[in-house]
T-cell receptor, first 113, second 111 residues
């Protein structure tokens, strides 16, 4: 079992729709959760962080965390073609003072006009 | 404010050679982490440094080493390059813990 799992996609949604990206993790001791956006040929860009159960909204983005189910998701409202990218879920394992991120393989999102 | 900077942006080496990659964190950030990303995969943790001390090491061979300088910049060194070392090498900086911000990366090609 991978530590962080994501569906590789592609997830195709029409412009203006809601895109829903999902991620599960295996380590119940995980404390912090992040979503990064990565355009082709570029480096990951942090778009959302979430630390406690529930929803966190930032503009068109909403992150949802359910620690009991070991599940974190990202909703993108009013999707735009410029949102087309790979979305990486990352989990922080603070272990022996090492603050390392464990990444999933990413979900490729395609938003078509 | 300037973000994380990395140099060089691209590098081509041959098997057996040595490479040094450099990173400057966001001003005020004391922690630097290095990650390797191969095509189609998420970044894999290599090292983390905080206040010039190694805080953690990922599952990489001893050919990989790093250090952090008093100004918090960092170097990643890879010896005896293998074809499989071809990847995007990412540096991330953070204030202390949690949110990590990535630089543009160094794309290394080993021939």
């Amino acid at each position: 079992q991978k530590e962080v799992e994501q569906n590789s996609g592609p997830l195709s949604v029409p412009e203006g729709a809601i895109a829903s990206l999902n991620c599960t993790y295996s380590d119940r001791g995980s404390q912090s959760f992040f979503w990064y956006r990565q355009y082709s040929g570029k480096s990951p860009e942090l778009i959302m962080s979430i630390y406690s159960n529930g929803d966190k909204e930032d503009g068109r983005f909403t992150a949802q965390l359910n620690k009991a189910s070991q599940y974190v998701s990202l909703l993108i409202r009013d999707s735009q073609p410029s949102d087309s990218a790979t979305y990486l879920c990352a989990v922080n394992r603070l272990n022996d003072h090492t603050d390392k991120l464990i990444f999933g393989t990413g979900t490729r999102l395609q938003v078509f006009p | 404010d300037a973000g994380v900077t990395q140099s060089p942006t691209h590098l081509i080496k041959t098997r057996g050679q040595h490479v040094t990659l450099r990173c400057s964190p966001i001003s005020g950030h004391k922690s630097v982490s290095w990650y390797q990303q191969v095509l189609g995969q998420g970044p894999q943790f290599i090292f983390q440094y905080y206040e010039k001390e190694e805080r953690g090491r990922g599952n990489f061979p001893d050919r990989f080493s790093a250090r952090q300088f008093p100004n918090y910049s960092s170097e990643l060194n890879v010896n005896a390059l293998l074809l499989g070392d071809s990847a995007l090498y990412l540096c991330a900086s953070s204030l202390e813990v949690n949110e990590q911000f990535f630089g543009p990366g160094t794309r290394l090609t080993v021939l």
